[in-house]
């Protein structure tokens, strides 16, 4: 049965549709993956709740390991061509350190879960790929059109009295001087400013969220002013270029992208105070 035909049975309300529900854990990550398997749980129980008219039959519950094999993958797999069901992926987030889970499965019809619902402030670990250095990173979460924007500390220490100011802005970086007035050819088109208590190594703060197909059209501007643990202050910028796709890791201070702009009147600015939630 392939998708298509998948996708009729749902609409139709039939009251056979069955469903293996995939979750993913990371034992090397203890405190990480309790809180995902609890959002995973959750997440299919919310589904159910708007799908009533279909089965969950048989849960799966992968221990990852870093490049071993998802052997309660293939076990899920396998149920779902015994049963006639189709997979339900709880979630293809990154759970503590490790990496997200891209399925490419072709052997039966499957649906990813989106993301849970998170307050700005959501901390959680960055990544084991993310740059020792601060950066912007986009949760491409199961390839969506909106990526969760977070602030990700990389470093080897702590920053606290975090504030980040977001700009979404028009213009053509590469052709403006240095140094230019407030009446320059920039068109700031949205604003927001966010406050972090403490932002500690290694972990990231949610901050923003990203629509390819609308923010993609417009420079997206961050500056950050933060304190380091001996209680000098620093500040950072990085420009995200038009058409990004939202996914992946932009460095504060990377010579591609610490590019001059003039100062900007900061009208409309939308703030908000964060907690820090560990």
């Excluded at 320059?184 to 990231?204: P, Q």
Aim: hydrophobic share 40%; proline share 5%.
């Amino acid at each position: 049965m392939n998708a298509r035909a998948l996708n009729k049975r749902i609409e139709s309300n039939q009251a056979d549709i069955r469903a293996v529900a995939y979750y993913r854990r990371r034992h090397i990550d203890p405190k990480s993956s309790q809180q995902s398997i609890s959002e995973q749980h959750n997440s299919v129980a919310a589904w159910i709740a708007h799908h009533p008219n279909y089965e969950v039959i048989a849960e799966y519950i992968e221990d990852e390991i870093d490049f071993g094999p998802r052997n309660a993958l293939k076990s899920a797999i396998d149920e779902c061509r015994k049963k006639n069901a189709f997979l339900l992926i709880a979630s293809t987030e990154a759970i503590g350190q490790g990496p997200a889970f891209h399925p490419r499965i072709f052997s039966v019809p499957f649906i990813s879960l989106p993301a849970p619902p998170r307050a700005l402030g959501y901390i959680r670990p960055s990544p084991l790929d993310a740059p020792v250095a601060l950066s912007l990173y986009f949760d491409d979460h199961a390839k969506g059109l909106v990526s969760n924007v977070y602030l990700c500390n990389g470093m080897n220490h702590s920053i606290n009295d975090v504030t980040t100011s977001l700009f979404g802005a028009t213009a053509n970086l590469d052709n403006l001087p240095v140094a230019k007035s407030v009446e320059s050819d920039v068109l700031v088109t949205s604003t927001e400013t966010r406050h972090v208590r403490s932002l500690f190594a290694k972990e990231m703060s949610l901050i923003s969220n990203y629509d390819v197909i609308f923010d993609g059209d417009f420079l997206l501007i961050c500056d950050i002013a933060y304190q380091v643990e001996e209680g000098s202050k620093a500040k950072a910028r990085t420009i995200v270029d038009k058409g990004y796709n939202g996914r992946g890791f932009v460095r504060f201070g990377h010579p591609e992208n610490a590019k001059a702009i003039p100062d900007i009147a900061r009208t409309a600015d939308r703030t908000t105070n964060l907690l820090s939630f560990h």
